[in-house]
């Protein structure tokens, strides 16, 4: 079964510093790969997706991540934290094969200090 | 405006009691997927309907049961209800291709006391 884990339940970083969110997954065969984002009381919002042609993504909101397939890895990263960035994260894999099934990490708070 | 709407945004009900969370998808999308948010499990996939049949099932309960009809509305029907299933109720729509994106309505707060 596809998983995905998420390094830090909670990450803090001052503005503008350089934003990292960890991401591994585990499955047999490279799946699609996504970011999400959630802010206070809304549902979540797509960030950026890895579907296997660039291995570099790039995002909304300036986010971006790299599809490391010998670390199992899909990083999120931004260069400037901004204070409208502090919310949280999650990360979610998809089977390659059949219907689409999202399975999301435990998710990632990231928190801006001024 | 993800185009996905969910109602009722809040339900507080007591224990033992039934109640029906309702989803209207974005308009083209043929696939639904209800997720439960707590603080515990964090985001747990239950269930997911494509064109009114069941198409994957997740960590649900025997105590719920879901539905999509005709007009690709879905509702999660959540039964024998307790403390333990107060959480948020999130539906999401996609296209059924597994590279596509899925869209989150804003949520159910369901509170049991």
């Known amino acids: 079964a596809q998983s995905v884990t998420q390094l830090g339940s909670h990450v803090s970083v001052s503005e503008g510093a350089l934003v990292l969110l960890r991401c591994n997954y585990s499955?047999?065969?490279?799946?699609?790969l996504f970011w999400y984002v959630q802010y206070p009381n809304q549902g979540l919002q797509l960030l950026l997706k890895y579907t296997s042609a660039a291995t570099l993504v790039k995002g909304i909101n300036g986010f971006e991540a790299e599809f490391k397939k010998s670390e199992t890895s899909f990083h999120l990263t931004k260069p400037s934290a901004h204070m409208s960035d502090a919310a949280e994260y999650f990360c979610a894999v998809s089977p390659i094969q059949g219907a689409q099934k999202l399975v999301f990490g435990q998710g990632t708070r990231l928190t801006i200090n001024p | 405006d993800s185009g996905v709407t969910q109602t009722p945004k809040h339900l507080i009900t007591a224990t033992g009691q039934r109640v029906t969370l309702r989803c209207s998808p974005r308009?083209?999308?043929?696939?639904v997927y209800w997720y439960q948010q707590s603080l515990d499990q964090g985001l747990q996939f239950l269930i997911q309907y494509y064109n009114g049949e069941e198409r994957a099932k997740g960590n649900i309960l025997e105590r719920f049961s879901a539905q999509q009809f005709p007009d690709l509305h879905s509702e999660l029907n959540l039964s024998s209800l307790e403390l333990g299933d107060s959480a948020l109720y999130f539906c999401?729509?996609?296209?059924?291709?597994?590279?596509?994106?899925?869209?989150f309505g804003q949520g159910t707060r369901l509170t049991v006391v």
């Open positions: 499955s047999s065969v490279p799946p699609y």
């Open positions: 999401a729509s996609s296209g059924l291709a597994a590279n596509t994106e899925a869209f």
């Open positions: 308009s083209g999308d043929l696939s």
